[in-house]
């Protein structure tokens, strides 16, 4: 069971690249999330889905789009990268609609913008 | 609308010594709470949660927390600090049958002198 993964690792995108983040969950998780993560910001949310085939926007949304097709994968893509973007990425997922259960990170992606 | 706030972006202990990190949050109705830790470089982990019950919650690693409703609070606590309890430590919140969605505060770095 490995749990949440994500790839790449690292990534350095120059102005105006896209690219996609993959992400996928083995946990037979219903609900996936992006997040992005700043120095001293928090976690911000990028997207999230309830299940395949169905996404919304979280509180940061602008730059990125989102897909479900499988319950597994929940891929983030970049279509014009910005420095802006230049974050840790983070993907998680839970279960179901029940508040008491937590969400499972991945280890997250490094992207630099230059 | 849901909030969290972490005072402290840094705390400093000794080794040996009392860890002590505060959370308060905004919330219209008794939420679930959760503190996540974040070791270098890698994704979030959950160190404990509270959703009824007992206000005293134990986690991992010796880490504790206790829910103060009247204070709404959920601060964090271990009785002697350790070398490996250098991380980033994250309070979120959840309001229950609500929403789909985690908010976390901003986070709190754990330095641990020796």
């Known amino acids: ?114 | 609308a849901q909030s969290v706030t972490q005072l402290g972006s840094h705390v400093s202990v000794s080794e040996g010594a009392l860890v002590l990190l505060r959370c308060n949050y905004s919330s219209s109705v008794p939420p679930y709470l959760f503190w996540y830790v974040q070791y270098p470089n890698q994704g979030l982990q959950l160190l404990l949660k509270y959703t009824t019950g007992a206000t005293l919650v134990k986690g991992i690693n010796g880490f504790e927390a206790e829910f103060k409703k009247s204070e709404t609070s959920f601060h964090l606590t271990k009785p002697s600090a350790h070398m490996s309890d250098a991380a980033e430590y994250f309070c979120a919140v959840r309001t229950p049958n609500r929403d789909d969605k985690i908010i976390f505060g901003k986070g709190t770095r754990l330095h641990i002198l020796p």
Not at chain 1, 11 to 35: E, F, P, V
Not at chain 1, 62 to 82: I, K, M
Request: proline share 6%; with cysteine.
């Open chain 1, 1 to 114: 069971n490995a749990g949440v993964t994500q790839t790449p690792k690292f990534r350095i995108l120059k102005i105006g690249q896209s690219m996609t983040l993959q992400c996928t969950q083995d946990m037979n998780h219903n609900y996936m999330y992006w997040y992005r993560q700043d120095p001293g910001m928090g976690l911000k949310l990028i997207y999230y889905s309830v299940g395949a085939g169905i996404t919304d926007k979280g509180e940061v949304p602008n730059g990125y789009n989102v897909s479900r097709s499988t319950t597994e994968d929940f891929p983030l893509r970049l279509e014009l990268a910005a420095p802006s973007q230049t974050s840790v990425y983070f993907c998680a997922s839970s279960p179901d609609r029940n508040s008491y259960n937590e969400q499972f990170f991945g280890p997250g992606t490094r992207l630099t913008v230059l």
